[in-house]
């Protein structure tokens, strides 16, 4: 299999912890930069990618990087990159496009170039005039940065967040790929126990234990380059074989998931059913002021409710009190919250967070607060 330049794109903020999923995967990092991993992989690197990253948005392919600070250059260096490789004769492909303190600032007009180029390369190599364009789908992005032009092709299709479980949904659900962070990012692990007061379509939670039982997060969903005739379906039935065989249904997971509201708590148990984890995410309609300590050393994750008008922000801020109460109770306790109010800090507690972090829910600044509780003894641990 050929040797290929992969990028991973993440959300600001989650790049250390898609790196390290990369890693995990057995591929080699070769550029860590803001929003996007680029390692080494070959045709299954692709497969595995989709099916495995649970932090990641998209897996793209390389196709090249060069200097382009006129239209010609841009032109010639695109229709000079293999795209017969990839794209059949009968391939439909878009080009999307961003550029950032470059010459070539004009979008459309350098998405125009990219696709005449590639066209004028397909003619070449075709030896015809005209594409029917009813085969696979191929999106095709031109990123320029400092007027240095980054080329790939979406092998994901959908971003990688939807995972097909999500069957139910509610108001300013967190994303998959965030949730599954947050859970990364924590002491959490198989065995103790995890709380999510506010559970809403139930995604911590879901994701969690889709975690500590090795459920790849791609296996209920398809992804644009399955459609590809570069890469065998084999390639696709033998991973997606093989992550089935990876399932530990024998995984000590407990988690606790409650909403105040009631429609949530039936959604996020039908999203559960969905993802296969129901059997170990225990749902319950109740307030955070409800919410009990069965056992010491619990981990508490968390995506409050915000709100802007007066009553909101009471009810709110009764949330923070209800919380501050329960960790003064119970001091073992760890608490992982993420939230764009920027009040939350000095309204929980005196005592800062031990870590913070600044992450993105879509196109929302939020902060991931990481309070530590007591460390339990190393038996426990």
């Known amino acids: 299999m050929a040797k290929l330049e992969i990028i991973a794109t993440a959300t600001f903020g989650l790049e250390s912890v898609v790196k390290r999923e990369v890693e995990a995967l057995g591929f080699k990092v070769l550029k860590s930069e803001d929003a996007k991993i680029t390692y080494m992989g070959d045709e299954r690197a692709i497969v595995k990618s989709n099916l495995w990253l649970r932090c990641a948005d998209r897996v793209l392919l390389k196709m090249g990087e060069f200097k382009a600070e006129s239209f010609e250059e841009l032109f010639q260096q695109t229709k000079a990159l293999p795209w017969e490789e990839w794209i059949p004769e009968d391939g439909r492909f878009?080009?999307?496009?961003?550029?950032?303190?470059?010459?070539?600032?004009?979008?459309?007009?350098?998405?125009?170039?990219?696709?005449?180029?590639?066209?004028?390369?397909?003619?070449?190599?075709?030896?015809?005039?005209?594409?029917?364009?009813?085969?696979?789908?191929?999106?095709?992005?031109?990123?320029?940065?400092?007027?240095?032009a980054t080329i790939t092709i979406d092998t994901s299709g959908a971003g990688l967040h939807k995972r097909g479980y999500r069957i139910n949904d509610v108001a300013a659900p967190i994303k998959e790929t965030l949730a599954s962070a947050m859970v990364q990012l924590s002491f959490w692990k198989e065995g103790r126990l995890l709380v999510d007061p506010f559970c809403g379509s139930g995604t911590i939670a879901i994701e969690a234990a889709m975690l500590a039982r090795n459920i790849a997060p791609g296996l209920q969903r398809k992804f644009a380059a399955e459609q590809w005739?570069?890469?065998?379906?084999?390639?696709?039935?033998?991973?997606?074989?093989?992550?089935?065989?990876?399932?530990?249904?024998?995984?000590?997971?407990?988690?606790?998931?409650?909403d105040i509201n009631p429609a949530a708590v039936k959604g996020a148990t039908a999203n559960a059913e969905e993802a296969g984890v129901d059997d170990c995410i225990e749902f319950s309609v109740q307030p955070v002021a409800k919410v009990m300590a069965s056992e010491e050393y619990g981990i508490m994750i968390g995506n409050p409710p915000y709100g802007e008008r007066i009553g909101e922000k009471a009810d709110i801020q009764k949330i923070y009190k209800d919380l501050q109460k329960f960790f003064v109770k119970n001091p073992t306790w760890s608490l992982y919250l993420v939230t764009s109010d920027k009040e939350f800090e000095t309204q929980f507690r005196e005592k800062p967070a031990d870590r913070r972090r600044k992450l993105y829910n879509g196109r929302i600044e939020t902060c991931y607060y990481q309070y530590y509780g007591i460390k339990p003894p190393k038996s426990n641990a």
């Open 94 to 148: 878009t080009v999307t496009g961003t550029s950032v303190k470059s010459k070539l600032h004009s979008v459309p007009a350098c998405q125009s170039i990219v696709k005449k180029a590639i066209v004028e390369r397909l003619k070449e190599t075709y030896a015809c005039e005209q594409f029917s364009e009813t085969g696979a789908e191929f999106t095709v992005k031109v990123t320029i940065l400092k007027d240095r």
């Open 229 to 258: 005739p570069t890469i065998k379906n084999e390639l696709w039935k033998e991973e997606r074989k093989k992550a089935f065989s990876a399932i530990n249904y024998n995984a000590e997971v407990r988690i606790l998931a409650s």
